[in-house]
């Protein structure tokens, strides 16, 4: 459904310098599929998430959503954020709905759709806290909720749980696949953990930097519903290792 | 209960001070028209009240009517500034320029244009409070983090809509700074502009009661005149509390003075 074909980003800088953060990406992700982005840092994985946004134009090549290029923001597509990026006025059922009011696409059930979206989230009873009384997990969880609530065919997640602890992270990746599960939109997922990508995509696009290349994908043949108790089985290992040599190259061979 | 625990070092500090000041007058036997005693001051207040009352209510309309001018003026002002780099760029200059005229300098000027009424002084109260206004509320316009602004575009927002539904609600805690202190200036602006031309206010009051030697009915106007500021600053306190609680207790805004 989204295609990035021969797509590049230059960045103008301050000084007048170019500065290439994508170059000749080719990449296609089908409509329910999950596909994981992970690279090093400065590998413009933001970057091509934004161009699949809409939110910044490409440089070179183009980006096509259902055949149609992508210039600017579309409804059918929902972003979430590193930072979870709450309006701090807000209650957390205003949070939800907030992009839906803003489009005008506010329907009679929009806030009983915003509800039960909340409790399945494990967040029933928060509706009517303001951000600042949630936890880093919660607070992620309701971005999670907004950008599902406008029922996107496309997510666009950029390290969603970046910011969040270890352990609420594994409770979220899993809290995500289950809500994905549920309504199977396509899901472009940018993140820094090997592990994390593996056990939620179909697919990783392993990233290189400077400039941001495609250097491999790697198809996760593990069967779903997935769980942690995967991370155990060769296919986990093999997927992991074949990433983290392409990330770590030759390093990860003398360390091991 | 616990807030008036918390207060009640404030209200003994308060209460000493003024208790030296009797206790001072009384012992060195300082002369009234020098330094009248608090006692002294509360006399000669409570002998003439109705006029004190008089001159107190038509500060306090100066006062108000200046601080709405500068609160209608600043806002919009603020948005204009935040919303383009080139409106922003050709604006500053003039608002700075502004504030660099002393306001003293410029009542007398103002009266002369504008005739002896009402007007001049509630100008030079505008000219005094609403440039901390405009600053605060700009920057609170321009402090909205970058996500929230590229949420509001990823939703398709326009422009207006960037501005009014994420940055003005986000700026909401800087303008509340902004309102405390034009509260407090637009009291100092209206004591200005009686000083120069008027036939009645705390300011007026003040400068005919020392032409007299009356000290302690200008030092009954000074109390009346601190007053009024706190009351107005508490006033804005109150009304951040009440219509836009999660501001209130927010890092940004100005911590209470009183």
């Known amino acids: 459904m989204i295609r990035f074909q021969g797509t590049g980003k230059t960045f103008r800088g301050r000084d007048g310098t170019a500065v290439e953060a994508l170059r000749d990406i080719s990449l296609e992700v089908a409509a329910g599929e999950f596909v994981a982005i992970v690279g090093a840092s400065g590998c413009g994985k933001s970057t091509l998430l934004r161009l699949a946004a809409g939110l910044a134009a490409t440089s070179t090549g183009e980006v096509t959503l259902d055949g149609a290029r992508v210039t600017a923001p579309r409804a059918e597509t929902a972003m979430v954020f590193q930072a979870a990026t709450l309006l701090p006025w807000a209650d957390v059922l205003r949070n939800v709905t907030f992009p839906l009011r803003l489009m005008g696409r506010v329907a009679p059930d929009t806030e009983a759709k915003a509800r039960a979206l909340l409790a399945t989230a494990g967040l029933a009873g928060f509706e009517t806290k303001l951000p600042r009384e949630l936890s880093g997990g919660m607070q992620q969880r309701v971005a999670i909720c907004r950008a599902l609530l406008q029922d996107p065919r496309l997510l666009l997640m950029d390290e969603p749980f970046g910011a969040l602890d270890a352990l609420t992270r594994e409770e979220m990746s899993l809290e995500l696949l289950r809500l994905w599960e549920a309504r199977r939109m396509a899901v472009l997922f940018v993140t820094h953990s090997i592990p994390e990508a593996v056990l939620l995509a179909d697919r990783v696009v392993v990233m290189s930097p400077r400039p941001g290349r495609i250097v491999d994908v790697v198809e996760v043949g593990l069967p779903r519903p997935r769980s942690f108790d995967q991370e155990g089985s060769d296919e986990f290992q093999r997927c992991a290792r074949r990433i983290r040599e392409h990330i770590f190259g030759q390093r990860a061979d003398r360390a091991a | ?258």
């Open chain 2, 1 to 258: 209960m616990a807030r008036f625990l918390a207060a009640l070092p404030a209200w003994i500090a308060v209460i000493g001070l003024f208790a030296a000041w009797e206790g001072a007058v009384r012992f060195f036997g300082i002369r009234e028209f020098l330094l009248p005693a608090p006692s002294v001051i509360w006399t000669a207040t409570v002998a003439v009240w109705p006029m004190v009352l008089e001159h107190a209510w038509a500060t306090l309309v100066t006062v108000l009517l200046g601080f709405a001018a500068s609160v209608l003026v600043s806002l919009p002002l603020a948005m204009l500034i935040a919303s383009s780099r080139a409106i922003s760029a050709a604006i500053y200059p003039l608002l700075v320029v502004t504030q660099s005229i002393p306001k003293v300098a410029l009542a007398p000027i103002l009266i002369v244009a504008l005739g002896a009424n009402e007007l001049p002084r509630i100008i030079v109260t505008f000219l005094v409070a609403f440039f901390p206004l405009v600053v605060a509320s700009v920057a609170g316009l321009l402090a909205t983090p970058p996500e929230l602004v590229e949420l509001g575009r990823a939703c398709r927002a326009g422009r207006i809509q960037e501005l009014l539904r994420i940055r003005l609600p986000f700026a909401v805690p800087f303008v509340f700074g902004g309102l405390k202190v034009a509260a407090a200036l637009s009291v100092v602006g209206a004591v200005v502009a009686e000083f120069v031309g008027a036939d009645a206010g705390l300011g007026y009051l003040i400068q005919t009661s020392m032409a007299f030697f009356r000290t302690p009915l200008a030092y009954s106007a000074v109390v009346i005149l601190a007053l009024m500021g706190i009351v107005l600053f508490q006033a804005v306190s109150l009304a951040e509390r009440i219509f836009f609680p999660w501001s209130s207790g927010s890092e940004h805004s100005a911590p209470p003075a009183a």
